[in-house]
């Protein structure tokens, strides 16, 4: 299938996509997993599970539990790290043809910019996302996302180590989105996504137990898509660099109104986890969109909300 210029999209950093739909990190493992399930080289972009400078085992298990219209995870960011990402995932994903933004955490400044000078030199990295909904360590564990001044270090910090555009992902549990928006965009960060999941609690009464081991979880899917889409909405007013929306889209109808409220490329999550090829229906579907409008191209829809 050739490439359809109507679906081009900029995310920053002079960055382009051949369409705006991504999978989210931690929804879609390095790629591979879901090679049966749909065409990856149709993905807008793959963004990986968030690495860090060493292999993590994440927390014990049970770490998910279904929620009404939802999930809540604690998977406790384990992964490979950075040395066996790109040694065993990297030539796989490398060979795809479709941008690979390799998602990134840290529990202080140091290991992210360390995580960002290791990337810049791995071949075949599209861009980098910024995981900022993980605990300072040396600040008594208050996330970085949370502190609009950290938020501002962690991103020049970054952006000092490496010449990969830089997305910083921002964490819903604040209470004004546009502060750490606004830290992102004056630290030098290239685009925003938003949002990661929101902090919840799942109960057996009969038990009196904590559904997760650890007790506190993650929400995610159709459960957040108001609070995500409100919050997009606040971000692309409050910003100029481009935004990427995310939370609760399961369809073509969820990612082209993330558009409308003001982003320019979605990633989907959760929707993976209950039919894999979702991503590749929702390409399909804005396709179709673009057709019926007789638009150019989608970014003409991004940021149209009527509000007058
Ligand atoms: C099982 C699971 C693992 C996740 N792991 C990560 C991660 O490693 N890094 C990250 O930035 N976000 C992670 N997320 C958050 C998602 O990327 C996404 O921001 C969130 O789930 C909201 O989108 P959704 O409702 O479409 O799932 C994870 C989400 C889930 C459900």
Known sequence: MGIDNSLKVDIGGGLQLKNPIMTASGTFGYGSEFADYLDLQRLGGIVVKGISLQPRPGNPPPRIVETSCGMLNAIGLENV?????SSAKMPFLRKIGTPVI????????????ELAEKLNVIEGISAIEVNISCPNVKKGGVAFGTDPVMVK??????????????????????????????????????????INTLMGIAIDHRTRRPKLANIIGGLSGPAIKPVALRMVWQVANAVKIPVIGIGGIMSTEDALEFMVAGASAVQVGTANLVDPDTAERIIDGIGDFVEELGCQSIQEIVGTLRTD
């Open 81 to 85: 790290g950075v040395e066996n990402f």
């Open 153 to 194: 270090k962690v991103t020049e910090s970054v952006k000092a180590r490496t010449s990969l555009p830089v997305i910083i992902k921002l964490s819903p549990n604040v209470t004004d989105i546009t502060a750490t928006a606004r830290a992102a965009e004056d630290g030098g960060a290239d685009t925003i996504s938003l």
């Open 102 to 113: 390799v998602n990134i955490l840290g529990d202080s400044i140091e290991e992210y910019s």
